[in-house]
């Protein structure tokens, strides 16, 4: 799996950081940040969630290798 996050697309809610702190973090201007791109176990399951279910600017994106 690889977690990439558009910044452009992100509105700063902070869902994904709320939800997936091992995976995302936010930058002092409240965007998306990745800190692991190849989350396994329990990250990645939460990393999922946030990309579809989650982040309300669909700024998630996680592809399956």
Known sequence: MKVTAERDR???AGL?????PAVFDQE????????????TGA???DA???AE???P???V???ED
């Open 48 to 50: 999922r969630k946030v």
């Open 16 to 20: 994904c950081t709320l939800h997936a």
């Open 53 to 55: 279910h989650l982040c």
């Open 28 to 39: 002092d201007d409240g965007m998306v940040v990745v800190l692991d791109e190849s989350p």
């Open 57 to 59: 600017g669909k700024a």
């Open 43 to 45: 990250a990645a399951d």
């Open 10 to 12: 992100c509105i700063g």
């Open 61 to 63: 994106l996680v592809t």
